[in-house]
């Protein structure tokens, strides 16, 4: 008698909504790298800036940093918007403000000059 071994049948596909539904197969999603010339800039620039205001250079180095946070901010949220990663434009719309704020601090409240 010959001893034979049954493999399990695959089991069916899961049925999705939306594109693909008809084949029951999850519609594929297009990766698109995240590393362009406007990515690049930004993570550069990101490095120069904290390097800025962690260097304590006086209030006026430490406000070009906050500048310069602030530019690459916007690039982010540039790059965010062009990839549809809404978690990268939110989180740098608010680092926009928190910047901003340290632009107004350190280069343009007259109080503290």
Known sequence: MTDQIKLA?????????GTGAATG????????????????AAAIG???????????????????????????AMMWIASGLVHSA???????AALLAI??????RYLLDPNRK
């Open 9 to 17: 049948e695959p089991s069916p596909p899961l049925l999705v909504t």
């Open 25 to 40: 197969k999850a519609p594929a999603r297009e990766t698109v790298a995240m590393d362009g010339l406007l990515e690049w």
């Open 46 to 72: 990101t490095i120069v800036a904290a390097s800025m205001v962690a260097a304590d250079m006086g209030r006026r180095a430490t406000g070009w940093g906050f500048v310069l946070f602030c530019a690459v």
């Open 86 to 92: 809404a978690s990268l434009v939110i989180q740098n």
């Open 99 to 104: 910047n901003a704020w340290g632009v107004w």
